[in-house]
């Protein structure tokens, strides 16, 4: 966690532009957060897979060229998912090269609680600095 | 009726490995006594399309929404998925990602699966 998705139309992502965008996603999220990259997943789905897209982000239709949809821990301020969504959006854009607003964003609150992922529950806002001392020298 | 959703990465599960974790998640639904029966989603995500840290991804997603639960049944059930799941298929802790997320009985329901 976080797990972002990221729905495009039909064959139009070079592998070249996934990894970009998915590398520009990471930097993002692990800037404004200061996660660990290595717990940052996303994940590409062409829209005519939008019924796998629909099942896990109900609330969030396509609309758009571009669609960005983040699962994250809960806790976060709204002025860093702000952040999140802006600098996300902004970077996808430029390496689709589209305007701004064909790329859109929602995100979805995840309570730490409800994930395990390194085999442990995710740390509580305020409660990270063991959790990561416990994960820092893991290599996936 | 409880939903798992699972994402898996091209080509690093077998199929018979699949069918035998659907097997062992319905049978620790049951034993949790959250339902009777499991509806799975199961999505290959295909090369090059999952990546962690940036990287092509070897983790595996594993996302079940059930009737709220108290935590203290939710953990040892997470424990017990992701114990699954690396016994089944080799992974390590750091590449299975589950979740246990609660949803009402009546959109769980009202869901119509893919």
Not at chain 1, 92 to 120: P, Q, Y
Request: proline letters at 6%.
């Amino acid at each position: 966690m976080p797990l972002y998705l990221c729905s495009t139309p039909a064959d139009d992502l070079t592998l070249d532009a996934r990894q970009r965008i998915a590398t520009a996603i990471t930097d993002v999220h692990c800037e404004e957060t200061g996660a660990p990259r290595k717990f940052v997943h996303v994940v590409f789905f062409e829209q005519q897979q939008a019924a796998v897209f629909d099942l896990l982000t109900p609330e969030a239709a396509p609309n758009g060229r571009c669609q960005l949809y983040g699962s994250i821990r809960s806790g976060r301020t709204d002025d860093v998912k702000r952040k999140l969504v802006t600098g996300m959006r902004r970077a996808a854009a430029e390496i689709l090269g589209l305007n701004r607003d064909d790329v859109v964003m929602s995100t979805r609150d995840v309570d730490a609680k409800w994930v395990m992922e390194g085999g442990e529950l995710l740390p509580e806002p305020g409660e990270e600095a063991a959790w990561l001392a416990r994960h820092a020298d893991v290599s996936v | 009726m409880v939903q798992c959703v699972c994402f898996l990465q091209e080509g690093q599960i077998p199929d018979d490995v699949v069918g035998r974790l659907r097997a062992g998640i319905t049978d620790l639904v049951r034993s949790a006594q959250l339902a009777d029966a499991v509806e799975f989603a199961v999505i290959v995500v295909p090369e090059g399309q999952g990546w962690t840290a940036g990287a092509p991804s070897t983790t595996s997603v594993v996302s079940v929404t059930a009737p709220p639960i108290p935590q203290e049944r939710r953990v040892p059930l997470l424990h017990a998925l992701c114990d699954l799941w690396m016994s089944h298929t080799g992974c390590k802790a750091e590449e299975i990602l589950a979740t246990i997320m609660p949803v009402s009985q009546e959109t769980l329901d009202a869901t119509v699966p893919v």
